[in-house]
């Protein structure tokens, strides 16, 4: 998910470069929720670990 989440802020970028604002704001938007989503399933996933492995 954080490569999605890098691939389109790299979208976004490029966007932004070429003029395209609406196209730039809807990926880095796009990247902002995949990159929450993954920090919260990582968390998830070191919470909910450490509690099988005890």
Known sequence: MLRLSIG???VAVIAAIFG???IAAGAAYAAKIVFFIAV???VLSLIFGGFRKS
């Open 40 to 42: 919260a399933l990582i």
């Open 8 to 10: 389109l802020i790299v």
């Open 20 to 22: 395209f604002g609406g």
